[in-house]
């Protein structure tokens, strides 16, 4: 999901190599490794296609430019072998009417009937291959598995930046049979612009929301940001190891509590570094965990038992937007609270919303993370915003500082 982005900035970094804008596809069969890990519903409808609906630039690309295409996905998480839920071909109907032409499924990755289709593939014409995690060597990277699914095609895209951190076959492995010509898809290259625009090359100063439940998962990610944010604001449960670290009463909030001496050297950390430190004044407290416990709103550091913090409060908000208005750039990971139940949801659309306000008035603003792409999608605000990461675990490592198995494999 791009809002004005420019594709040149990821070529700049390409060297000379192929990219999917200036290689020839006419006649050629591209074999695609995308993420179409989809929800489905008990009638194996999709209830979220943002996935499917990223690729369709780059499948529209190869298709215009006289090529055919194979697409090749996980869904799920199947054990030992095929299972109803978790096949491919419930997401035909949905492929074909996006495409606009009649996507052909293979009820096999590498067996006879996925080297048949893809043997009699046309021009123009599109080909669904069967779930790859039928098949355990694909997790496990197995070189003769990646070997059978590269002879299905004449190149490579890798266009599934979800995927990315894994060393899996069809990620990593594969790109080793196609030495001349790998290359990444649209979605993998604006994630890793996007990503760098915001932590390498964006207008200062650089806000950083941090949310979600613990601060045992934003450890790595605070400590990579930490020399490169301007602004750190903490929001979610984590919030509450953090006012516990500095002397607050919690009452039966959630608390990490063999982090909270890690979270006292992150405020010492941040004060060294001339970093901002912002942590909700107030919060939106529950006498239980429900939408229907009773509700009031105190100081996030009073909070007695059996109150408990699910939401930041509205000074909390009020200080955060101030913050943001001043960002030029902001990168957004993790909820404000438990943004599911309606009555604790106030927190997370606020910010979600003071985003749309910095991107209207100039920012670059980067939204990733399961939760925090799920709270923009549910307020309908994701083409609001400079860009929507459709990678969670991907994006937080890259930002991380680590080096992804599915992009080092095309730089190589």
């Known amino acids: 999901m791009c809002k004005n982005f420019n594709f040149a900035l990821i070529i700049k970094t390409l060297n000379n190599m192929q990219t999917i804008d200036n290689y020839n596809f006419?006649?050629?069969?591209?074999?695609?490794?995308?993420?179409?890990?989809?929800?489905?519903?008990?009638?194996?409808h999709i209830t979220d296609t943002n996935r499917i609906d990223a690729t369709i630039t780059t499948i529209t690309k190869i298709l215009n430019g006289g090529g055919s295409v194979i697409l090749m996905s996980h869904l799920g998480r199947p054990k030992?072998?095929?299972?109803?839920?978790?096949?491919?071909?419930?997401?035909?109907?949905?492929?074909?009417?996006?495409?606009?032409?009649?996507?052909?499924?293979?009820?096999?990755?590498?067996?006879?009937?996925a080297i048949d289709l893809a043997g009699s593939l046309k021009p123009g014409e599109v080909l669904l291959l069967e779930n790859l995690r039928f098949y355990k060597e694909e997790e496990k990277g197995?070189?003769?598995f990646a070997r059978k699914l590269s002879v299905l095609g004449d190149m490579y895209v890798n266009d599934a930046?979800?995927?990315?951190?894994?060393?899996?076959?069809?990620?990593?492995?594969?790109?080793?049979?196609?030495?001349?010509?790998?290359?990444?898809?649209?979605?993998?290259?604006?994630?890793?612009?996007?990503?760098?625009?915001?932590?390498?090359?964006?207008?200062?100063?650089?806000?950083?929301?941090?949310?979600?439940?613990?601060?045992?998962t934003k450890i790595e990610i605070i400590t990579h940001l930490m020399d490169k944010v301007d602004n750190l604001i903490i929001g979610g449960g984590m919030?509450?190891?953090f006012i516990k670290a500095l002397g607050g009463e919690i009452g039966a909030s959630m608390v990490e509590e063999e982090y909270v001496e890690l979270a006292k050297n992150i405020v010492e950390g941040a004060k060294t570094l001339g970093v901002n430190l912002y942590i909700p004044a107030d919060a939106v407290l529950a006498d239980a965990f429900s939408n229907d416990a009773n509700k009031k709103t105190s100081s996030a550091y009073d909070i007695q038992v059996p109150w408990m913090g699910l939401d930041i409060g509205p000074s909390a908000c009020a200080k955060f937007n101030h913050v943001i208005e001043q960002s030029g750039t902001i990168l957004w990971n993790g909820p404000m609270g438990v943004f599911e139940m309606n009555n604790y949801e106030a927190g997370t659309k606020f910010i979600a919303l003071a985003l749309v306000k910095a991107?209207?008035?100039?920012?670059?603003?980067?939204?990733?993370?399961?939760?925090s792409v799920a709270a923009i999608n549910k307020?309908?605000?994701?083409?609001?915003?400079?860009?929507v990461s459709t990678g969670g675990g991907a994006m937080l490592e890259y930002i991380e500082g680590k080096q992804l198995p599915g992009i080092k494999a095309i730089m190589e």
């Open 80 to 113: 030992g072998g095929p299972e109803e839920k978790f096949s491919l071909k419930h997401l035909v109907p949905y492929l074909s009417q996006k495409l606009k032409v009649p996507v052909k499924f293979a009820d096999d990755c590498i067996g006879q009937s």
């Open 142 to 144: 197995d070189k003769e």
């Open 359 to 371: 991107t209207e008035n100039g920012a670059f603003t980067l939204v990733g993370g399961g939760d």
């Open 239 to 241: 919030m509450f190891t």
């Open 26 to 44: 006419k006649d050629k069969k591209a074999l695609i490794r995308v993420d179409f890990n989809v929800p489905l519903d008990s009638q194996y």
């Open 379 to 387: 307020y309908n605000l994701a083409d609001k915003v400079s860009y």
């Open 161 to 216: 930046f979800g995927t990315a951190h894994r060393a899996h076959a069809s990620t990593a492995i594969i790109a080793e049979f196609f030495p001349e010509t790998k290359m990444f898809g649209y979605v993998m290259a604006n994630e890793i612009s996007a990503i760098d625009k915001c932590l390498k090359d964006g207008k200062r100063p650089l806000t950083a929301i941090l949310g979600g439940a613990k601060v045992s």
